[in-house]
């Protein structure tokens, strides 16, 4: 039986980030089992982001199917989790995070050491690295003052400067270069003792991707990029833990391409429309380029709760990077400008019960739910969450939307409860003003599960000599 330094991790509200997201330390280092429900919180070796779709659509050299089968999961548990098979048929939902972090005590194949450590059959073990979901560095990242002294015992043994001195492969690296995190993506890649490694045992799913015609999706395809109606419900490039169902994978089959799509910039998973995908490592960067000196123009159409004023509307966004986002109409030091300008509001009629069903809307408790407001949005500055924070700070939340729009209600019914609104209060100690975001975060609800009213419906570049349009958005496609 193989040793490890072993920390699982649940992240809270379904959020599978690790940068300050509160988590629950469900683990020792040495190979202890504890049950879920013991935790306490830390945040711990918050991952290097990388949507790059570069190794997204094939799989990994060797076939997971030629994997050999040497031991078999086992029924649920003796230690709390689920009986583990095969990642695929994809689940209609995402099972609650569990993320294990460890140093590797002995050398060997890394499929093989995460089986023997996690007790995760190896065919479930290889599709994790070919959905992207394993993660290695050369050396172990600084532990959470909440480690226990065994946990500290370790990562000291391991980053001992005698030690690192013996290893070959961190010759020449500074301690940080060799703490960066890097995806594995062979089942048969080598690990050394003292590697870290990350494993995201429940990646976050997206079982829509496969309900798609994704060829019906392709707006235009060129030497140098593919032009995408990106679905609702999809994501763009993959997250941390999925880099296999997402748009540029889905794509790229589609298209029977040799080589894998690029991501050039994002929309939010619940957003439809136009999606740029570059063919290659070099236009990926010049679009990024362009992106950049401002040279794309991105417009949308939203479909809004309440009538929305017209004209440039300007707010400023807390730097954090966590949802939900926070702005204020005043301007705040260190926060962030954001512009938008609304071209035309007109109304509509609200989508019925048979649509709101068909998207997975969640009811966000708007009082009156007969009339929409369909909005065209030239996006001035693109920031996360952008249209739908500054929509909802102007008491028009968008449609569909279960993350902004309960918070929105409770302003409604309680005008000051917003610490940055037109109705905020005067606080008496910057104490108790944090006290009260924390109750506004608190108001918003999860992140929706499918569709929002919101659709990239037009994208252009360089003085609008590339122009591309997205299709009908879904809620006016049931009315065809």
Not at 50 to 70: G, L, Q, R
Not at 214 to 226: D, F, G, H, L, P
Not at 236 to 262: H, K, M, Q, Y
Not at 287 to 307: D, G, Q, T
């Given at each position: ?221 060129t030497e140098s990029y593919v032009v995408l109606d990106k679905p609702a419900g999809t994501s763009v490039g993959g997250t941390t833990d999925n880099i296999e169902e997402s748009c540029a994978t889905f794509a790229t089959r589609a298209l029977g391409l040799t ?222």
């Amino acid at each position: 039986m193989l040793a490890s330094m072993n920390i699982a991790l649940v992240a809270t509200h379904g959020c599978r980030g690790l940068g300050s997201t509160s988590l629950s330390l469900l683990r020792t280092l040495a190979r202890t089992r504890a049950s879920p429900s013991a935790a306490s919180c830390c945040d711990y070796f918050a991952p290097r982001r990388s949507f790059s779709s570069i190794s997204s659509a094939f799989p990994c050299k060797s076939s997971i199917t030629d994997v050999t089968v040497t031991k078999t999961a086992t029924d649920s548990a003796e230690n709390g989790y689920p009986q583990y098979h095969r990642l695929l048929p994809c689940p209609s939902f995402s099972k609650l995070p569990r993320v294990e972090h460890m140093v590797v005590l002995e050398a060997g194949p890394v499929m093989e050491y995460i089986c023997k450590s996690l007790d995760l059959p190896p065919l479930y073990v290889a599709d994790l690295i070919h959905f992207g979901a394993v993660y290695y560095a050369l050396v172990c990242p600084q532990p959470p003052k909440t480690a226990t002294p065994e946990q500290i015992r370790l990562f000291k043994k391991f980053t001992e400067p005698s030690f690192l001195k013996g290893r070959k492969s961190i010759k020449g690296k500074t301690v940080r270069e060799a703490q960066k995190t890097f995806r594995i993506t062979h089942v048969d890649e080598f690990v050394e003792v003292g590697t870290y490694l990350r494993v995201h045992v429940h990646p976050k799913r997206f079982p829509r991707c496969y309900d798609i015609d994704w060829k019906s999706r392709i707006i235009a395809v060129t030497e140098s990029y593919v032009v995408l109606d990106k679905p609702a419900g999809t994501s763009v490039g993959g997250t941390t833990d999925n880099i296999e169902e997402s748009c540029a994978t889905f794509a790229t089959r589609a298209l029977g391409l040799t080589s894998p799509l690029w991501t050039t910039h994002q929309i939010d998973n619940c957003t439809e429309g136009c999606v740029i995908l570059a063919r290659t490592k070099e236009y990926c960067s010049i679009f990024h380029r362009k992106i950049r000196e401002k040279r794309v123009m991105k417009h949308y159409l939203a479909l809004s709760a309440a009538p929305v004023p017209m004209g440039i509307i300007t707010h400023y966004m807390r730097p954090i990077n966590i949802a939900p986002r926070l702005v204020s109409k005043d301007c705040i030091d260190g926060w962030i400008l954001c512009q938008l300008e609304v071209l035309e509001c007109r109304e509509v009629s609200w989508p019925d019960v048979d649509i709101e069903a068909k998207y997975c809307f969640e009811d966000g408790g708007w009082p009156s739910k007969k009339k929409a407001y369909e909005c065209k949005i030239n996006l001035l500055t693109g920031r996360t969450h952008q249209i739908r924070a500054q929509l909802a700070d102007c008491g028009a939340p968008l449609v569909g939307d279960s993350m902004y729009m309960p918070a929105v209600v409770a302003e409604m019914g309680s005008p000051g409860l917003n610490p940055f609104g037109k109705c905020k209060k005067e606080y008496t100690s910057e104490e108790d003003k944090e006290t009260a975001v924390a109750e506004w975060i608190a108001l918003h609800g999860k992140e929706p599960a499918v569709a929002i009213g919101l659709q990239a419906y037009e994208i252009s570049w360089d003085s609008r000599e590339h122009i591309y349009n997205a299709g009908t958005p879904w809620w006016r496609q049931e009315q065809l």
